[in-house]
């Protein structure tokens, strides 16, 4: 979107009014890639009736199966894929013979792609919060994740880069970053860097305008003490962590590739809590991997009801064909594996809303963000441990008359009523 904007283009998010659509895609799981074709279909029927004339289809999916979706879909003009970002001016431009572009093989190979503080950015995101990508792809050999061959092999961006592009977000007006990669925690070992996400994180904090450093995406064996004395810390790092630990029971999480117990992980939580008081913890959760039985099932339930995290996300798998996982035999019936999506996601339910009930009393500072998503009625905003998009937020029911607060701005809220996501308050000053 920045290099199009820099060279005249126009950007609308309603497709009717381009001339020129883009989808970009995601190729991860089934749910995933049916929504991708879906949306593509969209875009193909405005260009049959007449509204847009140049298709373009970019990102994981084209990476995927950039040969099949070419074969299948001549109505699409242009696809590019993950590594592919710069041809995007070439494949809009009406001049360009889309048939005449490069053709890029499949493969870990094409994908070098990454960006740094001088690429243009248009961010897609409300104009106080940002995501920042510190690292591109993955080496990990996860059973299920067919990531490291669409996003090929893990490369840090610069440390420099990302500050400067932090610097020049802050000077924006954006208060909340968000660092994302496939695997933050590893950041800068490939630059042979010793904990380059806790000095990255640390140096970040102290960059002025912004408010909040939140890291996303971290991998359990790699949770050094330092990044969590970082977060304990700084004030700007917020108090979350987001580690995705996909099982507990020891038998999964090898055939998973993974690795680890659930007495390990119930280690690792322990630790983390221990040296970062008041961490809000989320992860994710698969059910219904190859081999999963009733007493894997079990300890994964003991697991999520002894730990109690703050927030749980559960997946059922998703038999992806070239990944490992697809040649496993035993495999679990679907409908079981959303049973067991169902019945993990009960008992969290019953742990988040009481630690959301024991707040009823608290005031806690909170990003604000306008206008609840829900309802017109209400105002929402956000405490540091509800990223967006995937937490509950505070729902704001009252404040002082007169008082109308920016998006962006930090507002006090009393909480005073609890649900199993969301909180709900009113403004105090
Ligand atoms: S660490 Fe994440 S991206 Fe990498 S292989 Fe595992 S699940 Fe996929």
Known sequence: MGQLRQSGYQITANAEEADTVVVNTCGFIDSAKKESIEAILEAASLK???????????????????DQLKAEMPEVDAFIGTSQINDILNVCNPKTNTRSLPVIPLGNQSATYLYDESTPRVLATPSYYAFIKIAEGCDRPCAFCFIPQ??????????????????????????????VAQDSSRYGEDLGKQDALAHLLRELSHTDGLEWVRVMYTYPTHISDTFLDVLAEEPKAVKYLDMPLQHA??????????????????????????????IAVRTTFITGFPGETKEDFKELLAFVRNVEFDRVGV????????????????????????QRRARLMKEQAKISRQKNRARIGETVRVLFEG??????????????????????????????????PEPGEFVNVLIEEAHEHDLIGRIVI
């Open 371 to 404: 206008e609840s998503k829900e309802t017109e009625l209400l105002w929402q905003g956000r405490m540091e441990t509800q990223a967006p998009d995937i937490d509950g937020c505070v729902l704001i029911n009252d404040a002082p008359e007169g008082f109308v």
């Open 150 to 179: 669409m996003r090929g092999h893990f490369r840090s961006r610069r440390f420099g880069s990302i500050i400067a592009e932090a610097h020049q977000l802050a000077e924006e007006g954006v208060k909340e970053l968000i660092l």
């Open 48 to 66: 049959s009736a007449g509204k847009a004339t140049r298709l373009v289809v970019a990102g994981c999916l084209v990476e995927r199966y950039r």
């Open 315 to 338: 997946f059922t798998y998703s038999n992806e064909e070239g990944t490992p996982a697809y040649d496993l035999p035993n495999k679990v019936d679907s409908k079981l594996a959303t």
């Open 249 to 278: 029971s020891q038998n999964v999480l090898k055939s998973m590739r993974r690795g680890g117990n659930r007495a390990s992980l119930e280690r690792l939580i322990e630790r983390v809590r221990a040296r970062v008081p008041d």
